[in-house]
Structure formats: C-alpha cells, structure tokens
C-alpha cells in the first residue's frame, strides 16, 4: 500500500471540456489516458477507490464513440470524482486542519501499513472514525481492590504482572498462570486454553482484566475473560520494525482506559482495543471542527438535542450514562432525520410531478363492487378509498398495500386496473412468477370482461410469435389490461399508454425492475402489493417514499390454520395424517427442502422426494410434483388436475407459495423449515385454510438449537402475520433494509431500527414538516443538510455509468 500518486489529471479533463470535448485535448486520447491512469491507480489503492477507479476506467471505454454531449457529462464525472479522489487520498504535508474528509493516514500513528488494517473495518476516513462507534462499554469508573473480591464476583482490576507465568494441566484443561499484583494484594491471573499467555507478559507490563475471582485454598485467583495491555514492562520493544506507528503515550492509554466508562469497538485481526480507542481520542482531537451534523440547529434545539460535536465526544467517552444516552440519542436522530428527509424528498418530487393523467376513482367503485361475487371487508373498501385518490389526483403515485395472506390485495389492484382501463389507457399486472400471473389472468379475466374491459396475457414461456403479436397490439391500443411476469419490463415492450402499473409480490423484484416498469408510462400510477405485512419500522424506511394502505381484516369466515413443529419419529405421525386426510378426500402439499445454493439442486431435491414418497409410504396414492423447471403447459396439467381433485398431493418446491387456491387442500408438510424464514412460511401456510375445513401445518425440523426453535415456535404460537413480520425483523435484525442498499440512502450506523421507533417517527414528522415548509431547502440553517443531499445523490449517479 502506498500513497497513490499524485499527478491528478484534473488539467487534461478541463482543456478537453475547454476545447469542446472533441477528443483534441490529448495525444492518443483522452480516454486512453485517462484509462490508463486510472488502471495505474488500482493495484495501489483500497477496495473503495479501487472500486470507483475500475468504474471511472470503464465509463470512458466508449469515449470516441459518444456524441457530444455525453462526453461532456463523463468528462464532468471524472472530474468530481477527481476532486474526490483529492480529497480522500492526498498526501503531502499535513494539512492546517484536519477535517473529517482526511483520509486516517494523516492521524499520528498511521502509517500505510496501519491504513491498510482500518480499511478492513471499512475505516478510510477520519469522519468514517469518529463513526465508527462502540459496541458496548465497560464501566471501570470504580475498580475495585482485589482484596475486596469475594469468590465467584466479576470485575475488572487494573494490575501489574510481577513474574513470567507458567502453563499447568489440571483435568485436561490447560491454565496460564502468572503471578501479579495490584499493588497491595498478590494474586494469580489464569487464563484458560490460552498456554501462550503464560510467557507473554514481562515482568513489570501492565495490565487491565476483566474476569471473575476465585478463592482457592485461600489464595485470591482471578479467571481472565478479557485482557488489554496498558503498557509494557521490561525493556522498550518494537512492534514488527514499525517504531512510528507505535502506540500512543502509555498515559494517554492509561487516562482512556481506566477510571472511566471505557468504549469498546469492534476489532480486525492486528487492531487492539487500546489503540483503536486511542486513535480515535486523536481523531476528536485533531479534526477541527468536529462535523455539526445535518440537522438544522433550530430543529437540533427544538427537541432538545445534544449538539452534534459535544455527542460525538460523549459517544466514545461517555462522562456519565445520562450524557451517553443524549449521545446516542442525537446521533440515533441525525440519521434517521438524514434518510427521512431523502425519502421524503423523493416521495414529494412523485407527486409534484404533473405528467400524470386524472383518472376515474370514487365514480367507479360503486359500479365495480357490484361486479364482485362477494362483499369487501372494511379495510378493502378503506384501501379502495385511498386508491382512488391516488387515481384522481392528476401526479404520479406510489402506495404499497400490505396485509396478511389471503387479505384480498388482488381485487383492490383489480380496481385500479379497470380505472385506467376505463380512461382508455393501460393497467399492467406484474407477478413474479408465471404460475402467479398465470392465476392472477384467470381471476382478473372474468370480472373485468364483465366490466367490458379486455385483458391479456404475457409471459416469457408463450411462443415468440404470440408475445410479438401482443407487443404490436400493446404498442396501439389502450382500454386494456395487461397481467405478465417481467416479460413485461423487457426493453421490447412498449406501451401505448400506460397509466397504472401493479407490482405483486414486489420483494421479488428488485427496485431496479419496478422502476423500469413505471418507466414505461409517463407519471404512471405504481402500486407495489407485498406478499406477507411489512413491519411498521420497514413500511417507514425501506417503503418510506411510498404512501401505504394497510388490509388489517380477513374475509369472513376464515379458519386459522393450526401449526405444529414436529421431529424425528413424529414424521410417520405427519404421514399419517396426511394419509388420514387424503382418506377423508381432502388434499395436501408437500413442500420440499430448499437447498443452500437453491436453483437446480431443489429441483432435483423435490425429484428425489418425489419418487422417494411415491414408491413408499404413499404408494397407492395419487402424487403430482410441482417445482420451477417444468413448463408451463405441465405446470398448468398438474395445477388443473390438484384443483379438480385428480391429484391427492402435491410435492413442491416453494413455488407453491404464490398462486395456489386449492380450498380442499388441508393439509401441509414442510420438510426442513428451519432453512426458511418465518415470513416466507407463514406465506406457504397461506395456501392452505381456505376452505371449510380446519386445516393443519407441520413443520418438520431436525434443528435443536434452542434459538431456531424458539423462532419456528412462533408460527406455532401465531397466525397474524403483522406479528410473525415483527418477530422476523426482531430476530434478522434490520440490517440488510430490503432493496435499500445502493441506492442513495444514508446509512444507519447507531439507530437501531426497533429501538429506537419513537425517534424514527419523531424524524420522519420533523424532515415532512421541514419539507413542506422550506421545500428547496433554502437558508443558513439548512446548509449542511443541502451539502449530504448532494453529496448522496452524487455517489449514485457518478457512479451509475
Ligand atoms: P392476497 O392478499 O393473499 O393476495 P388474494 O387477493 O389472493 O389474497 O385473495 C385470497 C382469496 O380471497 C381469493 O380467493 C379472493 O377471491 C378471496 N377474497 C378476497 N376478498 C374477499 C372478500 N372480501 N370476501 C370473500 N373472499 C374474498
Ligand atoms: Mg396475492
């Protein structure tokens, strides 16, 4: 690792901008130039640079053959990210001021090789430091005397080591001991299964441990669960050759570590606890001045917010709990204000936009609730309520509609379908699967045809000649619907006209996808259903631009499927009742084991499961097998014949999860279930339950861990699934925010999702407030704000070549 070089091309890429980006500015080109320094660059540079580099070199690939005018736009690309680039890596003489944009080589103590090992913690910056914030702490405010200790007590003691130890077995279990002292009491320090601790220690090292006493044979002993070297006794060493990047002072290790409540970070392999904690004592230091933060000072007042500097100290080095709560209190609020305001930014640009058509909404719903064969519950007719708004209002939209399984999304999608449909433009349906869009045709079909409006189909399966013939027809007419799988994203397909867009199931797609349906009509209306309810916490963050309609109520007269864990011996039980049933003319699904790297192997899985099933304990029986290699022809004769009731059950994989309405199916065998999620289970058990008769789910499992069944137990102890989707968000944890990666959201680095809700909601008001009053975000007060803003948007665009 070195310093990457410092003759920047900033001067080419502006005369090639001055002479009109006509390639003139340099010999051989401009972009071979650039490509090869770039390329030059990325042996020497981190992963993040590197990474932006490779980008940078890809983007002007294609250089001479862009018009004009994006030549302009790359050769204006490569110059922030030069200027970036600047920033970030410079070297030279330290700077006046450090800044939080200063890359952690010019901190005191980090030399290259250093750089390289907090770049494994993700660490290039000195703002990326000062972000990178405990995990825990350790209260050594009080240590107490080891005199003082009773057996079994935990503590922490700070004591200086008076000999090297020696290693001794004791019933198989090898022990460290070294004899210390903590300057009135002598006792020995053990460590267990770590014989190398025993000649570790010079005589005279200091050192603070964590750990419990023992009295033995009235000799104090303390078992060290935790060490950290606060100095070193005997003669000064080297580490490995590298003398200047030595530790900090011993006593400045000594004022941060002990008489303190004391952070503790997460580590990589050659970063101590003790040095980490004292570069980053450094870093609040030397960087001046400390960031202020995003949030405007008179919000930041309003509700009584720690500024942003004085947090980031209390953060690492909390004076008391109290100021560290207010620490993390603030920050916990930077960051969800930032990604608030993101969101809200984005939400109030859709429903600026004007390009979008007024559709028909309250007037239709009479007209279309009597074509239904049954009543809408409440909460359907609610939800149709806050869709046609959406239809009416003349801007884009974006609702998701979440509820649980079998809730009734299909028909207020139908809805607004037949709107557009009406005005004489087009509704298109995606579904993930095409056994989905397959279903959702044949449900959608008749009472829209009732209504007098056509409705189609497209999927990748269908003859190249009959989806180019529904292109063409999909180019021309408009008073129709459209249900597909992503067939109808494909770049091929071109509306006429379309004004409203349902995505089914959308955590299947990615965000990408659903932009590029919308992106098939001008201000089109998007209306996202998910397959199981989203958390409140995720409805604000991950869905936090879209508005959201909630279907709370079941239709009547549903029964809640039982669900039963079962092991071992109990899978003949299971049979069993499966055999029971099918004896009683009902019908059951078999979900079979998803394998780790999924795809062909669950297919051969279900195979085997298949004829394993067939030819033994339900031999005599009549057994069809489902899974996402057959085509759709076979798909469609094994569905129609388990509906008629030719098939007693039904192997699959998991693509039963989606389309399947089989009222007489009762009963559910899922192999495995411990590699599912509880949200997709709780999904499969909706297929079952739909009819009269009391149905049953049972989830066999070899898992005896007692975490994996206390998660399973849930769907045992449940069948809402707003509680099954918390519960799965508490147990996952909300780190990978679905879909929310890359794609210009701030990160959560101290707000805790769950924790910290009633923060999450106070933000979210505070940026929509903020929003509506200040919409271009003008003034003093806002700068910094302003600033974030641009530097996010920048990062996803720059980048996006
Ligand atoms: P999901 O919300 O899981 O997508 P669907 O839209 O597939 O649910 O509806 C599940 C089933 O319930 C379908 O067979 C549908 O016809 C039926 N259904 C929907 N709404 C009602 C209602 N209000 N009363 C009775 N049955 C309904
Ligand atoms: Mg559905």
Redesign the pocket.
């Known amino acids: 690792m070195t310093r990457p070089n410092l003759t920047i091309p900033v001067k080419p890429t502006e005369l090639e901008l001055k002479l009109g980006c006509e390639d003139r500015a340099v010999e051989g080109g401009y972009a071979a130039m650039i490509r090869t320094w770039a390329e030059d660059q990325i042996p020497r540079a981190d992963p993040d640079l590197a990474r932006r580099l490779e980008r940078l070199a890809a983007a002007v690939v294609e250089y001479g053959r862009m018009p004009v005018p994006q030549r302009r736009e790359v050769c204006e690309k490569v110059l922030r990210a030069l200027e970036l680039y600047r920033k970030r890596y410079r070297s030279g003489q330290p700077p006046d001021k450090l800044t939080a944009d200063h890359g952690l080589g010019f901190l005191r103590g980090v030399g290259p090789r250093r750089a390289q090992t907090l770049r494994n913690l993700g660490l290039h910056t000195v703002g990326d430091l000062l972000r990178h914030y405990p995990v825990r702490y350790d209260d050594r405010r009080v240590l107490p005397l080891a005199a003082s200790l009773e057996h079994r007590q935990s503590a922490t003691l700070i004591v200086t080591v008076t000999e090297l130890g020696h290693v001794v077995g004791r019933r198989g279990r090898a022990m460290a001991q070294v004899p210390a002292t903590d300057g009135a009491t002598d006792l020995t320090l053990v460590w267990y299964n770590q014989q190398y601790r025993a000649q570790q220690f010079e005589p005279g090292t200091v050192l603070v441990v964590s750990g419990q006493a023992t009295l033995y044979r009235g000799q104090l002993r303390f078992i060290v669960a935790q060490t950290e070297m606060l100095s070193r006794g005997g003669e000064a060493q080297e580490e490995e050759g590298e003398t200047q990047e030595q530790t900090p002072q011993d006593s400045d290790e000594q004022r941060l570590s002990v008489g303190r409540i004391v952070p503790m970070y997460r580590l990589t392999r050659g970063v101590s606890q003790g040095w980490l904690r004292g570069l980053v004592a450094e870093a609040l230091e030397a960087c001046d001045p400390l960031p202020e933060g995003v949030v405007p000072a008179s919000l930041a007042e309003a509700r009584g917010l720690m500024p942003l500097p004085e947090a980031l100290r209390q953060v690492h080095f909390p004076t008391d709990d109290t100021l560290r709560k207010a620490a993390h209190a603030r920050i916990a609020y930077e960051e969800l204000f930032e990604l608030q305001v993101v969101l809200a930014r984005r939400k109030t640009s859709l429903t600026q936009d004007s390009g979008s058509a007024s559709l028909p909404g309250h007037a239709l719903m009479a007209e279309f609730i009597a074509a239904l064969p049954?009543?809408?519950?409440g909460a359907?007719l609610r939800v149709l309520a806050e869709i046609a708004g959406d239809l009416e209002r003349p801007t884009a939209a974006n609702r998701l509609i979440h509820?649980d399984?079998?809730?009734?999304?299909?028909?207020v999608a139908a809805f607004a379908l037949m709107s557009a449909a009406r005005a004489g433009k087009q509704g298109a349906l995606m579904a993930p699967t095409e056994l989905l869009a397959e279903q959702h045709y044949k449900t959608l079909r008749e009472p829209l045809q009732r209504l007098g409006i056509p409705c189609r189909l497209l999927t990748g399966s269908m003859t190249e000649d009959s989806k180019r013939r529904l292109r063409e027809h999909l180019e021309v007419t408009g008073g129709e619907v459209v249900v597909g799988t992503h067939a109808l994203f494909q770049e091929a397909v071109r509306f006429r006209d379309l004004a409203v867009a349902v995505v089914d199931e959308q955590h299947r797609f990615g965000v990408r996808q659903r932009a590029e349906l919308s992106g098939k009509g001008d201000g089109c209306k998007v209306f996202v259903m998910s397959a199981t309810p989203i958390p409140r916490t995720l409805a604000l963050t991950a869905y936090g631009d879209f508005d959201v309609s909630v279907?709370d109520e079941l239709?009547p007269n549903r029964k809640p499927v039982l669900t039963v864990l079962a092991w071992g011996k109990e899978r003949l039980q299971a049979y069993e009742t499966v055999a029971a049933r099918v004896a009683a003319g009902q019908q059951a699904y078999l979900v079979c084991p998803l394998v780790e790297d999924g795809g062909s192997n669950d297919v051969a899985a279900a195979e085997r499961e298949f004829h394993r099933l067939q030819e033994g304990h339900f031999a005599g029986l009549r057994l069809g097998l489902l899974h996402g290699r057959k085509d759709s022809a076979e798909r469609e004769e094994t569905m129609r014949k388990f509906r008629e009731g030719e098939l007693d059950i039904l192997v699959a994989t998991t693509v039963i999860e989606v389309g399947v309405?089989v009222p007489n199916a009762t009963v559910m065998l899922v192999e495995n279930a411990e590699r599912f999620g509880l949200a997709q289970l709780h999904q499969l058990r909706?297929r079952i339950g739909r009819g009269t008769e009391e149905s049953i789910c049972i989830l066999l499992t070899r898992a005896s861990a007692p975490d994996v069944v206390d998660r399973l137990r849930v769907l045992e102890r449940t069948t809402d699934g707003f509680e099954v989707a918390e519960e799965d968000l508490r147990r996952r944890g909300p780190g990978e925010l679905a879909g929310t990666r890359q794609s210009g959201l701030p990160d959560l680095r101290m707000a805790d999702l769950i924790a910290d809700t009633p923060t999450l909601v106070q933000a979210r008001e505070d940026a929509f407030t903020l929003l509506e009053a200040n919409p271009s975000l003008s003034g003093d007060d806002t700068r910094a704000l302003r600033e974030a803003l641009e530097r996010l948007e920048q990062e996803e665009t720059d980048w996006a070549i």
Not at 374 to 377: N, W
Not at 405 to 411: Q, R, Y
């Open positions: 049954f009543a809408p519950t359907q509820g399984v079998g809730s009734g999304k299909t028909v279907l239709p309405d909706g």
